[in-house]
């Protein structure tokens, strides 16, 4: 390999495997955006897989469950995603307070599917 291919090979095997990482934990596995997988890894802890406060940390923090709820339901998908950011109990969640915007969104996705079900 001459000194010019190792100079544009070397930054773009870097950036392709950066890029590789973050897919990996925004994908999932799936090949798109999974917010069912989000809720799982950060939020399922506290809310349950199923949304519906079915674990004992959900039960000691007494969270309301996040199905069959009306307002979250009809609520915009920004007004959702800015509300799980802004809860106060979430102020000192890492798994809350890391999330990035591609997961944001996709987990809004999801909760608002969880507030429409009984
Ligand atoms: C450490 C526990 C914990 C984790 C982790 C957590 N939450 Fe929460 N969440 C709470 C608590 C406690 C409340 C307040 C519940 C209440 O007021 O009834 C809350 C409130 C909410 C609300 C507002 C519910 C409503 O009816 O207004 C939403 C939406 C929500 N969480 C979504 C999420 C999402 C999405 C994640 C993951 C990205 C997440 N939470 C992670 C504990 C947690």
Redesign the pocket.
């Known amino acids: 390999m001459t000194a010019l291919c190792r100079r544009i090979a070397g930054p773009h095997a870097i950036v392709l495997l950066i890029g590789a990482l973050g897919a990996g934990v925004a994908v999932a596995g799936s090949g798109r955006l999974d917010g069912a997988a ?2 799982k890894a ?2 399922a ?3 349950g897989e199923s949304g519906k406060t079915d674990t004992a ?1 959900a039960r000691a ?4 469950p ?1 199905v069959d ?1 009306a ?2 339901a009809q609520m915009a998908l920004a007004d ?1 995603a800015k ?2 950011k802004a ?1 106060a ?2 102020q000192r ?1 890492d ?2 307070v890391d ?1 990035d915007d591609a997961d944001l969104g996709a ?1 809004a996705v999801f ?1 608002k599917e969880l507030a429409k079900k009984r």
């Open positions: 989000v809720f950060r939020c802890r506290c809310h940390a923090l007494k969270v309301r996040l709820d307002k979250l959702i509300a799980i809860d109990k979430h969640v798994s809350v999330l987990v909760v």
